[in-house]
T-cell receptor
Framework: AQKITQTQPGMFVQEKEAVTLDCTYDTSDQSYGLFWYKQPSSGEMIFLIYQGSYDEQNATEGRYSLNFQKARKSANLVISASQLGDSAMYFCVHPQGGKLIFGQGTELSVKP | ETGVTQSPTHLIKTRGQQVTLRCSSQSGHNTVSWYQQALGQGPQFIFQYYREEENGRGNFPPRFSGLQFPNYSSELNVNALELDDSALYLC????????????FGPGTRLTVT
């Protein structure tokens, strides 16, 4: 069964520092993708970044980058220069057959 | 371009009652998916609708049902509400051939007492 594991229920980071949120996945698909979404306290899911399994480069979107290690089945999100507005829940997501499979989430708190 | 909208924002119901949640998809999107997110958990897939037909279902009982209309808007109906149905219900829409790229609405927070 496809599964996403996020082992960090909560993380703290100092403003302006970088932080890495961990994600491991289990899939039998040969070609697949992985997303990260941000969910502020308002509840809306905000798309951050996408990585395809056959992409040669790690995905980057502004301050977000994905440390993709296919052999280890990990897709860690790196946020550089953290801002107070980055405080939110972060979900690692695997699309499969039209549905999205979410990890348990990591709650990130950015300290001033 | 109008994003995904959901109504109502919040809802309080009593155990045993029935509830209908509504979702309007983003312009150009013909696929709508519904997710249930319990407090402190990741969202769980309920079902997906494509061209007014159910196109995949997660591990939810039949008292969770849905509809999609010709304008691609959608409803989620839950009968015989239970306390565990208290959650944030998220709707997401996607465009033809890109159902892996889903755009979410703000959600409806349902409380069952």
């Amino acid at each position: 069964a496809q599964k996403i594991t996020q082992t960090q229920p909560g993380m703290f980071v100092q403003e302006k520092e970088a932080v890495t949120l961990d994600c491991t996945y289990d899939t039998s698909d040969q070609s697949y993708g992985l997303f990260w979404y941000k969910q502020p306290s308002s509840g809306e899911m905000i798309f951050l970044i996408y990585q395809g399994s056959y992409d040669e480069q790690n995905a980057t979107e502004g301050r977000y980058s994905l440390n993709f290690q296919k052999a280890r089945k990990s897709a860690n999100l790196v946020i550089s220069a953290s801002q107070l507005g980055d405080s939110a829940m972060y979900f690692c997501v695997h699309p499969q057959g039209g549905k999205l499979i979410f990890g348990q989430g990591t709650e990130l708190s950015v300290k001033p | 371009e109008t994003g995904v909208t959901q109504s109502p924002t919040h809802l309080i119901k009593t155990r045993g009652q029935q509830v209908t949640l509504r979702c309007s998809s983003q312009s150009g999107h013909n696929t709508v998916s519904w997710y249930q997110q319990a407090l402190g958990q990741g969202p769980q897939f309920i079902f997906q609708y494509y061209r007014e037909e159910e196109n995949g279902r997660g591990n939810f009982p039949p008292r969770f049902s849905g509809l999609q209309f010709p304008n691609y808007s959608s409803e989620l109906n839950v009968n015989a509400l239970e306390l565990d149905d208290s959650a944030l219900y998220l709707c997401a829409s996607s465009s033809p051939g890109r159902d892996y790229e889903q755009y979410f609405g703000p959600g409806t927070r349902l409380t069952v007492t």
